[in-house]
């Protein structure tokens, strides 16, 4: 038996909040993007761990979440210092005014 007790469900969804959260932050459309796509897959595959009650690998994707979640920050965090351009998906009315479709990604 394990000295580390089994994640709870609101631990799980507080971190998973968390890294939406982060995941969100991000300046660049793409990083963002495929961050709060990863965020939702990596959780869905321990959402699916806690119905089969496996603690141990519970605990385990759990340590790795959390794991990730302090590299996101950080990633997030240097992606916000140097936010690059904004893509064309990014704005929104570039037709009425061609000098706001160069914008940096100050968010």
Known sequence: MSAVATPTRQ???????????????????NFREYFVRR????????????KE?????LRSLYADAVKEQTVLQR?????QLYGGWKVAVEVQDAST?????LERGNN
């Open 97 to 101: 005014d061609p000098a706001t479709a």
């Open 11 to 29: 631990a799980i969804l507080n971190l998973y909040h968390t890294s939406l959260r982060t995941s969100q932050s991000f300046s660049s459309y």
């Open 39 to 50: 965020t939702k897959d990596s959780f869905r595959a321990i959402q699916v761990l806690q």
């Open 75 to 79: 990633s997030a965090i240097v992606n």
């Open 53 to 57: 009650s496996d603690p141990e690998r």
